[in-house]
């Protein structure tokens, strides 16, 4: 299979993990007798510098043409001052916008190794496997217009969704809904927010065509709660953009590290974007630590969802759980036992797994 992935390092760690997806995306192509070409283009904080914008139109085209996006990572204190059309996750905004991708899957599954490396109770993350299906595209992150008034002193940013943003994700949820445990959680503010009104209608509206599936409602306030005293209850979580993005931050712990979250940004048809769930950590970048576990589980997903590569998404995913089990980890998973080890180092260690395993399989 001959496939063209543009690859977006961002900025801090962003650059670091973007390298061991390649790697590991080389390994793959070699076992598997595929030609994956690469090319790489600037986004974010790194755009700023090198374009003057955080998403050059060059960026852009060469997305659009390509079967797949890798995402790093992109911001930093560099640019935190910036004005908001110069500041890198405008970026990032920008590219999820620009390529329409709505749909951003977020699966939380911890790996057995990494119980104890959780600050939550082992017996409260055990068992626990769900997705959260964030809306990308819409609601607080793109109201408009967001702006300073009266000198300053007063700021609006508004929660705007159409009827077909809403039915569109939650589409997207009830059928991953069908091809996991058939359970739905449609998270919302329905108490206060007249947004989260409509999207419940919506949902209990769309009920109808997906019989199997059992659904709930749930306020989001809770729904953090219930997250980390009782994880295991969520199979699918559906829910608006700024939601999704503080809910999935905090199913991180299940896992013992952010860096452990891959995600998949998808529209209907076209070019699909994976981007680890974390930022661009600018307390760690260029030291060599990172957890590159979330850039090449979301390299997995791209082979899974863009390629339709199962295998090969299933080997990638097989090796990074063989080599946690092996006792390897970074720095960032707090363990007592084990191998502390370096982001080249982890991405080595899965890279030779690949080779090893699919050679012995043949
Ligand atoms: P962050 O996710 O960058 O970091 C939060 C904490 O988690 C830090 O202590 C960091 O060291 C740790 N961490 C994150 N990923 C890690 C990894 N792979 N390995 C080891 N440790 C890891 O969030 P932040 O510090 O709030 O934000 C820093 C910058 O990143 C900001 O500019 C923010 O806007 C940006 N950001 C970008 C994205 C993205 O590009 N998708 C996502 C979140 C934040
Ligand atoms: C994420 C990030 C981004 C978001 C920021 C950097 C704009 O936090 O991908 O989760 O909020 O979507
Ligand atoms: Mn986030």
Not at 57 to 71: G, M, R, W, Y
Not at 296 to 315: C, D, P, V
């Amino acid at each position: 299979m001959d496939k063209k992935i543009v690859l977006l390092p961002g900025d801090g760690i962003g650059q670091e993990v973007i390298h061991s997806a390649k790697e590991i995306l080389h390994a793959v192509a070699q076992e598997f007798k595929h030609t994956f070409t690469f090319e790489s283009h600037d986004i974010g904080g790194t755009a700023v510098d090198l374009h003057g914008t955080p998403l050059p139109d060059s960026t852009v085209e060469a997305c659009k043409k390509a079967d797949a996006v890798l995402l790093g990572a992109v911001g930093g204190p560099k640019w935190d001052l910036n004005p908001s059309h110069l500041r890198p996750e405008k970026g990032l905004l920008g590219i999820r916008k620009e390529l329409g991708l709505f749909a951003n899957l977020r699966p939380i599954k911890g790996f057995k190794k990494l119980l104890p490396s959780s600050p939550l109770k082992q017996e409260v993350i055990e068992g626990s496997d769900l997705l959260i299906v964030r809306e990308l595209t819409g609601g607080l992150y793109f109201g408009t217009p967001s702006e300073r008034r009266e000198n300053g002193n007063s700021v609006v940013d508004t929660l705007f969704y159409t009827r077909k943003e809403i039915e569109r994700i939650v589409d997207k949820a009830f059928q991953a809904a069908m091809k996991r445990k058939k359970q739905l959680t449609s998270v919302d503010k329905a108490n206060v927010l007249e947004s989260s009104k409509l999207w419940r209608e919506i949902v209990e509206e769309k009920k109808a065509a997906y019989p199997e599936v059992v659904v709930q409602h749930m306020l989001v306030d809770s729904t953090a709660m219930k997250l980390i005293t009782n994880p295991s209850q969520f199979d699918v979580i559906v829910t608006e953009n700024m939601f999704g993005d503080i809910l999935s931050d905090e199913a991180s712990v299940l896992t013992g590290s952010l860096g452990m979250l891959p995600s998949a940004s998808l529209r209907d048809d076209g070019v699909g974007l994976y981007e680890p769930v974390h930022g661009s950590a600018p307390d760690i970048a260029g030291q060599g630590i990172a957890n590159p576990l979330a850039m090449i589980l979301s390299a997995a997903l791209m082979l899974r969802y863009s390629f339709g590569l199962e295998e090969e998404a299933k080997l990638v995913e097989d090796a990074v759980q063989s080599i946690l089990d092996e006792g390897y980890h970074t720095p960032d998973l707090k363990m007592e036992s084990g191998v502390t080890v370096g982001t080249s180092e982890m991405t080595r260690l899965i890279a030779d797994y690949i080779q090893t395993r699919n050679a012995s399989s043949c």
